[in-house]
């Protein structure tokens, strides 16, 4: 057994790592998600956040956007030229994907300056990618309403952890301690 232990030090490692920061990441934002309710930004301030930005996005590219409180769940309405066309739930508002990211990021860390600055710039990119995301998904499903369960299920998952993932994949082969 202690063989096994010794052999896949590493993988055990990383496994731990990355649990321990994922479960302790999750933990504070289920609590900030708990303290959110009743504050001034409906459904919470990020998610609220990241719906007006989208209105504001959406109004850039030419298109009359609304962005409403949903009156019967924890969410923001979406409405283009008076059509509801979309809601930004809580899990649209990629902190959970970045906590993925980050966690990732962790269990393979670096140098910390150079860690700190690529969870940095990553979670800047993630966030950013997930706003264009959501704008366009808006945007296909203002135009191709038919198309709903494909642009949401399929192709706007594979945007966001699609990019995950490359993210990931460059850390590790270009500034892991894996690597060396």
Sequence with gaps: M??????????IKFMLTFLLVYIAL?????FYIQFSDGSKFYPDYMTHLVAKQSEAL?????????VLPHPNEPSMKLIINNIYLARVIEGCNSISVIILFVSFIIAFASKFKTTFFYLLSGSVLIYSVNLLRIVLLTIGLYHYPNQKDVFHTVVF???IYGLVF??????????????R
Excluded: D, E, H, M
């Design 26 to 30: 999750s933990v504070i934002y289920k």
């Design 2 to 11: 202690k063989a096994l232990f010794v052999k896949y030090k590493l993988v």
């Design 166 to 179: 490359l993210l990931w994949v460059f850390w590790v082969n270009r500034f892991s301690k894996l690597k």
């Design 58 to 66: 959406l109004n850039s590219f030419g298109y009359n956007t609304q």
């Design 157 to 159: 998952p594979a945007i």
